[in-house]
């Protein structure tokens, strides 16, 4: 047998069939697109919805090197005045605090929000019960469906001047709080805010990554001696990390967006040094006002400062070994 063997495998290597093993950087486009064309044809109408609701109407940027005037002529005779839409952005001050407000808000969230949908994915995935899992699901994820009007009542109804915890302190001889209207604590109220609301569905990501990690790791480490939190640093983290990175990278490039509708409930209550954001600043002077122009030309430089955030990250991704948002073949 081993004089067998030694014939066999001595022998000369068959070549493979051609085009069998190639590679798929082999192939033509010709090839490729014989192998792939269902593929094709299944993306095709997203791929219509996309050009037609996203790239068609981005085309409409054109309108912020323009002094724009949608009653006499529109986009085609309205005059090209380059980048004074811009120039003027920058001189504006409310612009200035706009851009103040969101990146501090974005911090502050990306320190106290961020993590929060994580801790509690590793705290439901802990539960042993599979009805309590549920039931505690449930209860999380449900105020993610509620408007942000209700959202606001609801945080009015327990913190406003006249609600729940004020009228406690006063019926214990203290002087009743009024957070709804301070506008020193906005952004604590505004975080608070987006945890009770977001952070259930947020988990939802980061349970299917914990699901993802083998089993058998965990045995393994227990076997070992590894306790739970010896397992949940060492197994847990680690098989989180490429989620929590991607995550990181898109809030990273969202990170002029810090919503809308939030905002303007609570706008008149605590004024708007506090609560101008990037979105309500292009609402009042963009669209509000008329002036088109300038309201297009703050919204492309969101989207442009979102990009680089983005390609920044990503490259800091890549530095430290992970994927990122997209990577290079």
């Known amino acids: 047998m081993g004089v067998l063997t030694t014939r066999r495998s001595s022998g000369p290597a068959t070549p493979p069939a051609p085009g069998r093993h190639a590679k798929p950087d082999d192939l033509t486009w010709r090839a490729k697109l014989r192998?792939?064309?269902?593929l094709l044809v299944m993306n095709l109408p997203m791929l219509l919805v996309v050009v037609g609701f996203w790239w068609v109407p981005a085309l409409g940027n054109v309108i912020a090197f323009q002094d724009y005037n949608p009653y006499t002529g529109g986009i085609v005779e309205s005059p090209i005045i380059g980048f004074t839409n811009f120039a003027l952005l920058f001189q504006d001050p409310q612009f200035i605090r706009a851009i103040a407000n969101t990146l501090s808000i974005t911090a502050f969230q990306l320190v106290f929000y961020f993590p929060v949908p994580i801790l509690l994915a590793l705290l439901l995935n802990s539960i042993v019960s599979a009805r309590l899992r549920a039931f505690v699901q449930g209860v999380v994820y449900m105020p993610f469906f509620f408007s942000w009007v209700l959202v606001v009542a609801i945080f009015q109804q327990m913190f406003g001047g006249a609600g729940l915890l004020a009228q406690i302190l006063r019926e214990n001889g203290h002087e009743g709080v009024d957070w709804m209207t301070n506008s020193d604590t906005f952004i604590l109220l505004i975080t608070s805010q987006t945890i009770w609301k977001d952070a259930g569905w947020g988990a939802i990501i980061f349970l299917a990554a914990l699901s993802t990690i083998d089993p058998n790791l965990y045995e393994a480490a227990a076997v070992d001696g590894a306790r739970r939190w010896r397992r949940m640093w060492h197994i847990t983290l680690p098989g989180l990390r490429p989620v929590i990175v991607l995550l990181l990278i898109l809030r990273l490039?969202?990170?002029?967006?810090?919503?809308?509708?939030?905002?303007?409930?609570?706008?008149?209550?605590?004024?708007?040094?506090?609560?101008?954001?990037?979105?309500?600043?292009?609402?009042?002077?963009?669209?509000?006002?008329?002036?088109?122009?300038?309201?297009?030309?703050?919204g492309l430089f969101k989207g442009l400062v979102g990009l680089l955030l983005i390609v920044a990250a990503n490259r800091v991704a890549h530095a430290f070994g992970e994927r990122g948002v997209y990577s290079r073949s």
């Not at 192998?35 to 269902?38: A, E, I, L, M, S």
């Open 35 to 38: 192998r792939d064309w269902p």
């Open 253 to 298: 490039g969202d990170a002029l967006n810090v919503g809308f509708e939030q905002f303007m409930l609570q706008r008149s209550a605590v004024g708007s040094e506090a609560s101008e954001v990037f979105d309500t600043f292009v609402y009042w002077s963009g669209i509000r006002t008329g002036d088109l122009g300038y309201g297009a030309a703050a």
